[in-house]
């Protein structure tokens, strides 16, 4: 091969008079190599137009024709691995995840990750191969921007559409992004203002520290309104900055670049996390999953993290992040929060009372007194026209008209144990059910402690379930082994049979010690 060292000293051959043949020799390769180089030398030097002619092609290297050389590293192992990625991004172009499609990088970082030694231009040039020439991209300039370390942190979202519980569903990304692409990104079901306050309180409690400037595009959740040119923030974005000290800056409109270490971010984040992986069981363990990206990406530039962090301030408590309202309830004992139904306890039935509005949760409270006193508490419904209902605030109204019991919907919102407790024994008797949970509630019992206690009096050879006997298990056990501390509305189906196992060891142990 002629690299441009010895391109330069045939030159300097053709200066001295020397023959083709001569140099050819001299310089081990062929005569028709020679003749070329000369003929573009003597073209170079005659070229009266361009007086630095022979200057630039001194420092020019040589031009080669570009090869498609399969490499011998390419084996059909590796070709395998590849087409497979290709068809799993295949798939998400067609089922919609078109953005979380592994690219190139993606591809040749899991090969040499799996013990594979690869070139990345070997990798993409069979890609390539494979995909065809991609079209080249419209022409645009952009001015480089420097900016002081640790000086501002730049916020945005992207939608990432993963399965939870086998289910296609679509989340918002919030991201954060520091100058050193320090990287951070959290999941949430909406992009709404709460979302935008939460992310903020989880992205400072991630970084550890508040930059002097956080910057934003023209998101609904951080820009109130436009006037004349004007942007005014959004309340929830004031009270971020009030609390924590910050300024914000716009980005200007349509001008994403001006913030192109967060759009980096989300768009990194979502392919490096939901290319490899895009099932899960929960939004909490696809959050979990992606924080391990996260610090897993910066690990490679943590020092210049650290140098930005040292000159942030540091971060203070938590705040709390909620939208807080009167609501009026209605003669249905539910409240109405974004075409959303919560209930509350039927005593609260055409009276105010107060809201706070979470990105998760909604809590209630009442209005009368000096302070304010929970009155409910429910999972927020993103749904539009959902009820989310409580059979526990309906229960005196029940004891009154025991037979709305069987087709309300607070009931059929309860635990599946819970219901087919009542479906197995009590359809013919509402009554003694409501009696039932109306003294479960004043003992300080659970569900759970309810349904596990009808298998535990089978255990004790009980042939008839009824309230009474129901009672009288409980009743036994709670001098031999400590009530659970679980709220009153939680689940059961997660720890029923852990409750079922301890009841049982005991019963088993107290009649084994029995005179006989």
């Known amino acids: 091969m002629i690299n441009y060292v010895k391109r330069n000293d045939i030159f300097s051959d053709f200066r001295r ?82 953005k979380q499609q592994k690219k190139a990088t993606d591809i040749h970082a899991d090969l040499c990750r799996a013990g594979y030694s690869i070139s990345y231009r070997t990798v993409a040039r069979y890609i390539k191969s494979k995909k065809g020439k991609a079209a080249a991209s419209e022409f645009d300039c952009f001015i480089k921007q420097k900016y002081v370390p640790g000086e501002r942190v730049e916020f945005d979202w992207g939608e990432v559409r993963i399965y939870i519980k086998g289910s296609l569903r679509p989340f918002n990304m919030a991201a954060t992004a520091l100058c050193s692409n320090g990287r951070w990104g959290q999941l949430f079901t909406r992009q709404d203002k709460q979302a935008m306050m939460e992310a903020h309180v989880e992205s400072f409690k991630f970084w550890g520290h508040i930059p002097r400037i956080i910057v934003y595009d023209n998101m609904r959740t951080a820009v109130k309104s436009f006037t004349g040119g004007e942007k005014t923030p959004t309340l929830e974005l004031t009270q971020l900055e009030g609390y924590y000290g910050f300024k914000h800056q716009y980005c200007n409109v349509r001008s994403g670049n001006e913030k192109g270490h967060v759009e980096r971010a989300v768009e990194i984040l979502r392919r490096l996390a939901f290319s490899r992986r895009d099932h899960f069981d929960s939004l909490e363990e696809a959050n979990e999953y992606l924080l391990s990206i996260c610090r897993e990406n910066n690990e490679a530039v943590q020092a210049l993290i650290q140098e930005e962090l040292d000159v942030m301030q540091p971060s203070i408590g938590e705040m709390a992040c909620f939208e807080a309202d009167y609501r009026h309830a209605d003669k249905l004992a539910t409240i109405s929060i974004d075409t959303v139904h919560y209930s509350v306890p039927f005593e609260y039935v055409d009276r105010k009372v107060w809201m706070k509005k979470y990105s998760d949760k909604v809590v209630i409270f009442n209005m009368e007194g000096p302070s304010k006193i929970e009155i409910a508490r429910h999972e927020r419904s993103h749904i539009q026209e959902d009820w989310i209902l409580d059979l526990q605030h309906y229960l005196k109204v029940l004891k009154v008209k025991p037979g709305a019991l069987h087709n309300s919907m607070a009931l059929r919102q309860t635990p599946k144990a819970l219901q087919e407790l009542f479906d197995t024994y ?76 301890s009841l049982g060891r005991i019963f088993n142990s107290h009649f084994q010690n029995q005179p006989s």
């Open 426 to 501: 009590f359809t013919d008797n509402p009554r003694g059910f409501i009696e039932l949970l109306l003294w479960a509630k004043e003992n300080k019992y659970t569900y759970q402690d309810l349904c596990s206690s009808v298998k535990v009096a089978r255990m004790k050879g009980v042939r008839t379930i009824t309230t009474d006997s129901i009672k009288a298990t409980l009743s036994e056990t709670r001098s031999m082994v400590e009530v659970l501390e679980l709220p009153w509305s939680q689940g059961i189906d997660n720890s029923a049979e852990q409750n079922i196992a």
């Open 17 to 98: 008079g020397l023959f083709n043949s001569e140099i050819a020799r001299i310089h081990n390769c062929s005569r028709t190599t020679i003749v070329g180089l000369r003929k573009l030398y003597n073209s170079t030097v005659a070229d009266k137009k361009h007086p630095e002619a022979l200057e630039d092609l001194l420092q020019s290297p040589p031009k080669y024709k570009d090869r498609e050389v399969d490499s011998p590293i390419l084996t059909d192992e590796i070709r395998g691995l590849i087409d497979t990625d290709l068809a799993t991004n295949a798939v998400k172009v067609a089922t919609g995840l078109k």
